[in-house]
């Protein structure tokens, strides 16, 4: 079992910035593959970004790419999301995510672990 719980999610101008964070316990971290995932209202969860356990393999969802940049620190069982230049259509709940898979993978269907999420909110 992994449990994750994020934070840093708010409300901000649009062209602002935020970063989330996502702590992990329980199993090794250091060997999951952790995304993000983002679901706005009425809209199906779709994948933001993810990172290897090395954090070798990175991969983005167009949207977001040249504005939001994963990272992970295994010595503190954490991964972020740094999101610049934010845009009202980024405004969504943002979920952390965790597989024990091989690959960075792009569907919610091969993430086996979830946190609550967090809100962001981008006012134009």
């Known amino acids: 079992q992994v449990q994750l719980v994020e934070s840093g999610g708010g409300l901000v101008q649009a062209g602002g910035s935020l970063r989330l964070s996502c702590a992990a316990s329980?199993?090794?971290?250091?060997?999951?593959?952790m995304g993000w995932f983002r679901q706005a209202p009425g809209k199906e969860r779709v994948f933001v970004a993810g990172?290897?356990?090395?954090?070798?393999?990175?991969r983005y969802a167009d949207s977001v790419k040249g504005r939001f940049t994963i990272s992970r620190d295994n010595a503190k069982n954490t991964v972020y999301l740094q999101m610049n230049s934010l845009k009202p259509e980024d405004t969504a709940v943002y979920y952390c995510?965790?597989?024990?898979?091989?690959?960075?993978?792009?569907?919610?269907?091969?993430?086996?672990?979830w946190g609550q999420g967090t809100q962001v909110t981008v006012s134009s």
């Open positions: 329980g199993r090794t971290f250091s060997r999951t593959i």
């Open positions: 990172i290897s356990w090395s954090g070798g393999s990175i």
């Open positions: 995510a965790a597989q024990e898979g091989l690959i960075v993978a792009l569907g919610t269907q091969f993430y086996d672990y």
